[in-house]
């Protein structure tokens, strides 16, 4: 068992989880409207996708990069229709009072929405076989338990970096404001729509 796997799939999780794409923008926008343990939810809601996805680069390697240059096309119309309807949702929606925000948030449907998110960009997983090229893992099936140690790395990376995140936005928050907190989720709002039409116009290019 090599325990370097887990400290090399530490690194992945936190690179691939680096909030810059949609994801990212929606566990921002729902730290901010609704509070930290919100944000974290919505993080360790991507981090099981991210996590999903590796266990698929690890075992499925050459099936898996076939399989999604078949169907690109559909898989970016199912993840632009997803992005759409995430970015109208957040682009409405009207920031909560910490006060009562455990009263009023799903915290299993933020988890949730997130991990779907998360999961409608199967391509994701060849930035990760990417991630791992670079990081020079290679044949990480030779045995099951550092298999495990390597998604277990990926995992916690990913949660580490929202956690820490969060943690810094929710402080951030209280200084916002309510108009600050909506401006928050009409810019989030736009760049998750953005990522849609990207999304659709990219079809043109298959």
């Given at each position: 068992?090599?325990?370097?796997?887990?400290?090399?799939?530490?690194?992945?999780?936190?690179?691939?989880?680096?909030?810059?794409?949609?994801?990212?923008?929606?566990?921002?926008?729902?730290?901010?409207?609704?509070?930290?343990?919100?944000?974290?939810?919505?993080?360790?809601?991507a981090a099981v996708?991210?996590?999903?996805?590796?266990?698929?680069?690890?075992?499925?390697?050459?099936?898996?990069?076939?399989?999604?240059?078949?169907?690109?096309?559909?898989?970016?119309?199912?993840?632009?229709?997803?992005?759409?309807?995430?970015?109208?949702?957040?682009?409405?929606?009207?920031?909560?009072?910490?006060?009562?925000?455990?009263?009023?948030?799903?915290?299993?449907?933020?988890?949730?929405?997130?991990?779907?998110?998360?999961?409608?960009?199967?391509?994701?997983?060849?930035?990760?076989?990417?991630?791992?090229?670079?990081?020079?893992?290679?044949?990480?099936?030779?045995?099951y338990p550092s298999?495990?140690?390597?998604?277990?790395?990926?995992?916690?990376?990913?949660?580490?970096?929202?956690?820490?995140?969060?943690?810094?936005?929710?402080?951030?928050?209280?200084?916002?404001?309510?108009?600050?907190?909506?401006?928050?989720?009409?810019?989030?709002?736009?760049?998750?729509?953005?990522?849609?039409?990207y999304a659709f116009?990219?079809?043109?290019?298959?």
């Amino acid at each position: 068992m090599d325990i370097t796997l887990f400290f090399k799939g530490f690194l992945v999780g936190i690179i691939i989880s680096a909030p810059i794409g949609p994801v990212g923008a929606l566990c921002i926008q729902r730290t901010m409207s609704y509070g930290r343990l919100s944000g974290i939810l919505s993080g360790i809601g991507a981090a099981v996708g991210d996590s999903i996805f590796a266990v698929i680069a690890v075992f499925g390697l050459t099936f898996i990069s076939g399989f999604l240059d078949e169907k690109e096309a559909w898989f970016r119309i199912a993840g632009g229709i997803i992005l759409l309807y995430f970015g109208l949702r957040v682009y409405l929606s009207k920031p909560q009072d910490c006060s009562n925000q455990d009263n009023e948030v799903n915290h299993f449907g933020i988890f949730g929405s997130a991990l779907l998110l998360t999961i409608s960009n199967p391509l994701v997983i060849l930035s990760i076989i990417a991630v791992f090229a670079v990081l020079g893992i290679v044949n990480p099936t030779s045995s099951y338990p550092s298999t495990a140690l390597l998604i277990l790395g990926v995992f916690s990376g990913a949660v580490f970096l929202w956690i820490i995140t969060c943690n810094i936005l929710s402080n951030y928050r209280k200084r916002m404001g309510q108009k600050g907190v909506l401006l928050v989720n009409r810019i989030t709002g736009l760049f998750i729509l953005a990522c849609s039409g990207y999304a659709f116009l990219s079809l043109l290019t298959i």
